[in-house]
Nanobody, 115 residues
Framework: QVQVVESGGGLVQPGGSLRLSCAAS????????MNWYRQAPGKQRELVAE???????NYAESVKGRFTISRVNAENTMYLQMNSLEPEDTAVYYC?????????WGPGTQVTVSS
């Protein structure tokens, strides 16, 4: 069984920064990809950033240049540095881990950007 947990969400003013963390634990042989998704109220869950095989990264157009994804492979952890936050970034952010052929989700962490 694999457990995934996110942390680091909170309330921030527009233009501010937050750093989200994701930790995967349990019976893990190899992680293929670790990704960040988000879901705003009334909207579908969307891919924000992905880290594939520990060296390939991709971003949604809406966050390019503002968000940075990083991984510490030896610790099965991932981060999302979010700068220049906008009210439109308000959402629940979810960590998704593809390990050993199976996808796992964390419970999510709320990010609210408001003055």
């Amino acid at each position: 069984q694999v457990q995934v947990v996110e942390s680091g969400g909170g309330l921030v003013q527009p233009g501010g920064s937050l750093r989200l963390s994701c930790a995967a634990s349990g019976s893990i042989d190899r992680i293929y990809a670790m990704n960040w998704y988000r879901q705003a109220p009334g909207k579908q869950r969307e891919l924000v950033a992905e880290s594939i095989s520990g060296h390939t990264t991709n971003y949604a157009e809406s966050v390019k240049g503002r968000f940075t994804i990083s991984r510490v492979n030896a610790e099965n952890t991932m981060y999302l540095q979010m700068n220049s936050l906008e009210p439109e970034d308000t959402a629940v952010y979810y960590c998704n881990v593809h390990a050993d052929g199976t996808g796992y989700w964390g419970p999510g962490t709320q990010v609210t950007v408001s003055s």
